[in-house]
């Protein structure tokens, strides 16, 4: 079954001595009197609830899964419900919310280090609580007075959830053919018809109401993405006292069996009639969408850290006592009958693969977090204004990079586990199972690519992204004179000149030919996700550089690792440069009668 500890010390790491939180925050008036004891404090809580509470229900939530009892009525696994009421009773879902409405206030990045122990714990169930952040956030950004005060106090206390309804059984990321139709009410409400699918948390047992964000067209929008607008859509609807009240037309049609998080209720959602309000101006709802929708990419990359943490926790202590062969160059526990597989190169090749991607995701995706902070609260328009580009330009990456880091790292779990891996009791394969549909829904990883090359970087004509290589050369021309650094620096240079040039070709190759994008834009994507990944390496490296004298084996343990990361992972670029630099011919010369 496995076990789940915070990894509090490598958090701690990142948040203050690679990233200096608490300096950063200083300019930041709303969060300048927070301190990083206070952070500590709140993330060592955190980890309790997600060992002792949230990981045992995790391979029984899987085992067990949702089940649709008839009639719109859906239950969660054994122990979902319980735990989601002591999750409300502690105050979790109000973390980094806004005080106006009940929050506590606190940091995006704080918010962001509890998402990922939820999602180590258990990802099915962190879905739940997810997805009403994510609605809480666009309701804040988009969300009239009165929309406001009636649903973020419910949403922020957690006593309310919410869902995002955008996918349709005739389209998924074209939401420019969503037919779902939203017809005026004298009331000043609309009556919404249609059918959403993929729906997840869309119903279940753990809260007294569920609110949907709903994407629809008013009579006479235009067509495509130009005529989409944005509804609340209650489950039930408020009375005048703000308590749930008569039950609206919006009901669950069934659940969806997946390969994987079983414990969440992915529904297909019927609304007939349903009484929505309107979020945000008319025939802008993907605008108003989009708050909610890139805060579920970011969510997915704390899902795929998670999972990647989670996998290589257990995947380590496997290793460390299954006893198999000899070391090929002797025994190195000659008093057992074989010794333990953390001898092998490979088993440490695949062990090193996923501490790798953990310990860069987790910088990766606190540096972006702090950067939403910036976004939203620093003093200096013009530092919100560049954080702003900064995260714009990088949550594709953090969504598909860090999924597919995760899948690729959640099977080297299930292999160092061997047959067991592959037996559902160990754990392991679920792992692999829940990390797959990161890769798939908020957007599939081609998506996010096509979006960072094709709107992100080409768009602007590499704006944003000089801003990031701004940021590095800044680095390497910084530590590029130091010795001690040249066996990080140098690689880091190296992919940065790289990534540049492959840049200026793929865009002046889409001058001619569009295509050139969409056959590019995969293993570009995975080229600049290596380069993000050297540079916090390279930082992190120089961070432990200087504490290494200290003696303390966590610093010997981050050196190693990262000439790890240089030697063995950052060589997979050769192989993603040469594919996007291979263009669309080989693959749009194809008849499609040859397929």
Not at 354 to 372: D, G, M, P, T, V
Not at 497 to 514: H, R, W, Y
């Amino acid at each position: 079954m496995g076990q789940y500890a915070a990894p509090l010390r490598d958090m701690q790491f990142v948040l203050h001595e690679l990233l200096n939180v608490e300096a950063e925050i200083k300019q930041m008036p709303k969060h300048a009197d927070l301190d990083a004891d206070t952070i500590n404090a709140v993330l060592e809580e955190a980890g309790k609830f997600c060992s002792e509470v949230l990981f045992p229900l995790n391979h029984s939530g899987d085992q067990e899964g949702c089940t649709y009892v008839g009639d719109g009525v859906v239950t969660t696994p054994k122990g979902f419900k319980e735990a989601y009421a002591q999750y409300v009773e502690a105050g979790w879902p109000a973390l980094g919310c806004d005080p106006e409405y009940g929050g506590q206030g606190l940091p995006a990045f704080v918010n962001n280090a509890l998402y990922e122990m939820l999602n180590s714990a258990n990802q099915a169930w962190t879905m739940y609580p997810g997805l009403s952040h994510g609605a809480y956030e666009c309701l804040h950004a988009h969300g009239t007075p009165e929309l406001q005060q009636r649903y973020l106090p419910k949403l922020v206390a957690g006593v309310w959830t919410g869902t995002m309804c955008l996918t349709e059984p005739h389209c998924g990321t074209d939401l420019g053919i969503l037919r779902t139709k939203a017809e005026p009410n004298s009331d000043g409400s609309y009556a919404i018809s249609g059918t959403k699918i993929f729906i997840s948390s869309g119903e279940h047992d753990l809260a007294e109401n569920i609110v949907h964000l709903v994407l629809a067209r008013l009579p006479g929008a235009p067509n495509g993405t130009k005529g989409i607008s944005l509804f609340i859509v209650p489950k039930f609807v408020p009375n005048e006292a703000g308590e749930p009240g008569e039950r609206n037309g919006v009901k669950c049609g069934s659940i969806e069996h997946k390969m994987g998080i079983h414990g969440n209720a992915t529904c297909v959602i019927n609304l007939d009639n349903a009484k929505g309000w309107l979020v945000g101006e008319p025939n802008k709802g993907l605008n108003a969408m989009f708050v909610m929708m890139n805060a579920a990419r970011l969510g997915v990359g704390m899902q795929s850290l998670g999972l990647t943490e989670i996998g290589y926790q257990n995947s380590l202590t496997y290793a460390k006592e299954r006893l198999q062969m000899r070391s090929l160059t002797g025994p190195k526990a000659p008093e057992k009958a074989a010794d333990p597989i953390i001898v092998h190169p490979d088993v440490r090749r695949m062990l090193l693969t996923q501490k790798a991607y953990a310990e860069a995701a987790r910088a990766f995706s606190y540096w972006s977090a702090l950067h939403i902070d910036k976004e939203l609260s620093h003093a200096d328009e013009s530092v919100r204004k560049e954080a702003a580009d900064l995260v714009a330009l990088l949550t594709p990456i953090l969504k598909a990079f860090l999924s597919d880091n995760a899948f690729e790292s959640t099977n080297h779990a299930m292999q160092i586990y061997g047959g067991h891996g592959f037996i559902a009791e160990w754990g392991m394969e679920q792992y692999v199972r829940d990390a797959r549909i990161n890769m798939i829904y908020e957007g599939t990883n081609a998506i996010q690519a096509l979006d960072l090359l094709g709107r992100k970087i080409l768009g602007d004509m590499g704006a944003k992204m000089k801003k990031f290589g701004k940021l590095v050369s800044d680095f390497v021309e910084a530590e590029g004179v130091k010795p001690e650094m040249q066996e990080f620096i140098n690689p880091l240079a190296d992919i940065g000149e790289k990534v540049q040039k492959l840049t200026m070709e793929i865009g002046m190759k889409a001058m001619q030919n569009p295509d050139e994008v969409g056959a590019a834009a995969v293993p570009y994507l995975r080229t600049v996700g290596h380069l993000v990944f050297s540079y916090f390496w390279a930082r992190m490296a120089r961070v432990a550089l200087d504490k290494e004298a200290s003696g303390d084996p966590f610093y010997k343990a981050k050196l190693a690792t990262a000439r790890f990361y240089f030697a063995k992972l950052l060589p997979e670029t050769a192989m993603t440069i040469r594919q996007a630099r291979a263009g669309s011919k080989s693959l749009m010369d194809v008849e499609e009668a040859l397929f």
